[in-house]
């Protein structure tokens, strides 16, 4: 799971920044339009920060032995994978947004998200113990 814990944080870690920093670009990229609102920029940057915040704790997390808590942030990012894949395809088919990272930050999140099931089935074939 170290692998797993890095790539997600110094992924989490750029997305994090980005929404922190430059949000309407940000979602100019993934939706293909810019963020207009006050509330739309302080939600993103609300956003921003939580992805830091899991970039964080997979990164200090990544070197601990295998236990529940360990599985229990797998599980939680698994969640967090599937939730963002579906959230960005309901925004094209749904919402009629294209960005140009939209279908790869798509396909990206449900990697990851197969990456964290298999990583999770791995540890003595159970997912949540």
């Known amino acids: 799971m170290k692998t797993l814990l890095t790539v997600t944080a110094?992924?989490?870690v750029g997305a994090g920044l980005a929404l922190l920093g430059i949000p309407s670009?940000?979602?100019s990229?993934?939706?293909g339009v810019a963020l207009?609102?006050?509330a739309a920029v302080g939600l993103a940057r609300i956003g921003g920060a939580a992805l830091l915040t899991l970039a964080m704790v997979c990164w200090l997390a990544r070197r601990d032995a295998d236990g529940r808590a360990l599985r229990g942030l797998v599980a939680a990012m698994t969640f967090y994978n599937v939730a963002v894949a579906a959230v960005l395809a309901f925004a094209s088919f749904g919402d009629g947004l294209y960005g140009v990272l939209l279908w790869p930050a798509v396909a990206f999140h449900v990697a990851m998200a197969a990456w964290c099931v298999t990583s999770l089935l791995k540890t003595d074939g159970a997912i949540l113990r």
Do not use: I, K, N
Request: charged share 10%; no cysteine.
């Open 29 to 31: 990229l993934l939706f």
């Open 36 to 38: 207009q609102a006050s």
């Open 25 to 27: 670009a940000t979602a």
């Open 10 to 12: 110094v992924v989490e």
